[in-house]
Protein backbone atom coordinates (compact mmCIF):
# COMPACT_ATOMS: atom_id res chain seq x y z
CA UNK A 1 0.00 0.00 0.00
CA UNK A 2 1.20 3.31 -0.67
CA UNK A 3 0.56 5.73 1.49
CA UNK A 4 0.93 9.56 0.64
CA UNK A 5 2.06 11.73 4.05
CA UNK A 6 1.08 15.55 4.54
CA UNK A 7 1.17 17.79 1.58
CA UNK A 8 5.25 18.98 1.91
CA UNK A 9 4.58 21.73 -0.76
CA UNK A 10 4.10 25.10 1.27
CA UNK A 11 2.47 26.65 -1.73
CA UNK A 12 -1.33 26.90 -1.96
CA UNK A 13 -3.39 24.89 -4.35
CA UNK A 14 -3.95 26.65 -7.88
CA UNK A 15 -6.37 28.45 -8.21
CA UNK A 16 -9.64 27.45 -10.41
CA UNK A 17 -11.72 30.48 -9.77
CA UNK A 18 -11.28 32.70 -12.81
CA UNK A 19 -12.73 35.88 -11.36
CA UNK A 20 -10.45 38.54 -9.75
CA UNK A 21 -10.91 40.51 -6.87
CA UNK A 22 -12.62 44.26 -7.86
CA UNK A 23 -10.68 46.80 -7.66
CA UNK A 24 -11.76 50.50 -7.10
CA UNK A 25 -10.83 53.51 -8.67
CA UNK A 26 -9.99 55.92 -5.89
CA UNK A 27 -12.62 59.15 -6.37
CA UNK A 28 -11.21 62.12 -7.15
CA UNK A 29 -11.25 64.74 -4.09
CA UNK A 30 -14.88 66.84 -4.19
CA UNK A 31 -14.80 70.54 -6.00
CA UNK A 32 -14.37 73.37 -3.43
CA UNK A 33 -17.91 74.50 -4.64
CA UNK A 34 -19.07 71.01 -3.21
CA UNK A 35 -17.16 72.02 0.19
CA UNK A 36 -18.44 75.38 0.19
CA UNK A 37 -22.15 74.27 -0.10
CA UNK A 38 -21.92 71.45 2.72
CA UNK A 39 -20.22 73.80 4.90
CA UNK A 40 -22.78 76.70 4.49
CA UNK A 41 -25.56 74.13 5.16
CA UNK A 42 -24.17 73.04 8.67
CA UNK A 43 -23.89 76.81 9.39
CA UNK A 44 -27.14 77.52 8.30
CA UNK A 45 -28.92 74.98 10.15
CA UNK A 46 -27.31 75.14 13.18
CA UNK A 47 -25.24 72.10 12.86
CA UNK A 48 -22.01 74.34 13.52
CA UNK A 49 -21.89 77.95 14.58
CA UNK A 50 -21.15 80.91 12.53
CA UNK A 51 -17.37 80.88 13.74
CA UNK A 52 -16.47 77.68 12.42
CA UNK A 53 -17.12 79.18 8.96
CA UNK A 54 -15.45 82.86 9.33
CA UNK A 55 -12.19 82.11 8.22
CA UNK A 56 -13.60 80.73 4.62
CA UNK A 57 -15.74 84.49 4.56
CA UNK A 58 -15.03 87.93 3.87
CA UNK A 59 -16.88 91.25 3.46
CA UNK A 60 -20.18 90.64 2.39
CA UNK A 61 -19.90 87.15 2.58
CA UNK A 62 -19.84 86.97 6.21
CA UNK A 63 -22.44 89.90 6.54
CA UNK A 64 -24.97 87.70 4.14
CA UNK A 65 -24.51 84.86 6.66
CA UNK A 66 -25.02 87.03 9.50
CA UNK A 67 -27.97 88.41 7.81
CA UNK A 68 -29.28 84.86 6.91
CA UNK A 69 -29.04 83.44 10.38
CA UNK A 70 -30.73 86.18 11.76
CA UNK A 71 -33.59 86.64 9.42
CA UNK A 72 -33.95 83.35 6.68
CA UNK A 73 -32.27 80.03 8.59
CA UNK A 74 -33.02 77.39 7.60
CA UNK A 75 -35.17 74.73 9.88
CA UNK A 76 -33.11 73.39 13.08
CA UNK A 77 -35.28 70.36 13.31
CA UNK A 78 -37.23 68.33 11.69
CA UNK A 79 -36.14 66.82 8.66
CA UNK A 80 -32.36 66.98 7.18
CA UNK A 81 -31.76 69.22 4.55
CA UNK A 82 -30.84 67.44 1.88
CA UNK A 83 -28.23 68.93 -1.58
CA UNK A 84 -30.63 67.77 -4.46
CA UNK A 85 -28.05 69.46 -7.02
CA UNK A 86 -25.06 71.74 -7.20
CA UNK A 87 -24.13 74.15 -10.22
CA UNK A 88 -21.19 76.48 -10.96
CA UNK A 89 -20.29 78.84 -13.30
CA UNK A 90 -16.87 80.39 -13.58
CA UNK A 91 -17.43 84.09 -14.59
CA UNK A 92 -13.42 84.85 -14.18
CA UNK A 93 -11.03 82.60 -13.47
CA UNK A 94 -10.51 81.65 -9.64
CA UNK A 95 -14.22 82.87 -9.14
CA UNK A 96 -16.99 80.46 -9.00
CA UNK A 97 -21.02 81.63 -8.88
CA UNK A 98 -22.53 78.35 -7.38
CA UNK A 99 -26.26 77.59 -7.38
CA UNK A 100 -27.59 74.72 -4.86
CA UNK A 101 -31.03 73.20 -4.82
CA UNK A 102 -31.73 71.92 -0.82
CA UNK A 103 -34.35 70.35 0.57
CA UNK A 104 -36.02 70.25 3.77
CA UNK A 105 -38.86 68.04 3.85
CA UNK A 106 -41.00 69.09 1.38
CA UNK A 107 -40.20 72.64 0.75
CA UNK A 108 -37.23 73.40 -1.86
CA UNK A 109 -34.70 76.00 -1.21
CA UNK A 110 -32.68 78.07 -3.45
CA UNK A 111 -29.09 78.55 -2.20
CA UNK A 112 -26.68 80.88 -4.31
CA UNK A 113 -22.97 81.90 -3.36
CA UNK A 114 -20.03 83.29 -4.69
CA UNK A 115 -16.88 81.97 -3.66
CA UNK A 116 -13.25 83.81 -5.07
CA UNK A 117 -9.36 82.72 -4.52
CA UNK A 118 -7.59 84.74 -2.72
CA UNK A 119 -3.90 85.78 -2.95
CA UNK A 120 -2.81 83.15 -0.27
CA UNK A 121 -4.97 80.51 -2.51
CA UNK A 122 -7.59 79.47 -0.84
CA UNK A 123 -10.78 79.54 -1.47
CA UNK A 124 -13.39 82.51 0.30
CA UNK A 125 -16.67 82.92 0.25
CA UNK A 126 -17.79 86.46 -0.74
CA UNK A 127 -21.67 86.63 -1.12
CA UNK A 128 -24.41 84.15 0.08
CA UNK A 129 -27.95 84.21 -0.68
CA UNK A 130 -30.86 81.88 0.46
CA UNK A 131 -34.20 82.54 -1.48
CA UNK A 132 -33.35 85.94 -2.39
CA UNK A 133 -31.35 88.61 -1.48
CA UNK A 134 -30.72 90.11 2.36
CA UNK A 135 -30.73 93.80 2.12
CA UNK A 136 -27.39 96.03 1.66
CA UNK A 137 -26.42 99.21 2.69
CA UNK A 138 -27.29 101.75 -0.01
CA UNK A 139 -23.75 103.29 -0.11
CA UNK A 140 -21.87 100.67 -1.19
Not at 9 to 14: A, E, I, L, Q, V
Not at 23 to 47: I, K, M, N, S, W
Not at 108 to 136: I, K, N, Q, S
Request: hydrophobic share 30%; charged share 30%; aromatic share 8%.
Amino acid sequence: MNRQGPRRSTRPPTRRDSRRPVRVAPQPPPHPTELFTDRLLLVLTGHKPLHWFARHATGHGFEDLLWLLDHRPLPRTGPQPTIHDIGRFEPDPGVYEVFARISVGPRLHALAFRMARAEDRRWRCTAVELGGRPPRDSDE
